[in-house]
């Protein structure tokens, strides 16, 4: 039972990247997801989340009117669209899955926005 980031990489500033967290051994569809980042030196802080349909959303301060959040459940995947990237969203970006009480985290996906 595991989740996978993926899409994470280097951008400039300005860049857009698409994060993707796939579950292998379970389905998403009850789960609510969500995307939490950690800044070196920095504690691990919520960005964006998603309940088990789909249709509630909520984001950070820092991000909203830039990340969006989406889930396919049919692909058990869910999405995070990072457009107009800042140098202070560089993070390891991680993807939490949540049916109280169980709680799965995945590895993580480094994002480094610089010029």
């Known amino acids: 039972l595991q989740l996978v980031e993926s899409g994470g990489g280097l951008v400039q500033p300005g860049g857009s990247l698409t994060l993707s967290c796939v579950a292998s051994g379970f389905t998403l569809d009850d789960y609510a997801i969500g995307w939490f980042r950690q800044a070196p030196g920095k504690e691990r802080e919520g960005v964006s989340c998603?309940?088990?349909?789909?249709?509630?959303?909520n984001y950070a301060d820092s991000v909203k009117g830039r990340f969006t959040i989406s889930r396919d459940n049919a692909k058990n995947t869910v999405y995070l669209q990072m457009n107009s990237l800042k140098p202070e969203d560089t993070a390891v970006y991680y993807c939490?899955?949540?049916?109280?009480?169980?709680?799965?985290w995945g590895q993580g996906a480094q994002v480094t926005v610089s010029s």
């Open positions: 998603i309940n088990n349909d789909g249709g509630g959303t």
């Open positions: 939490n899955a949540l049916k109280i009480p169980v709680n799965y």
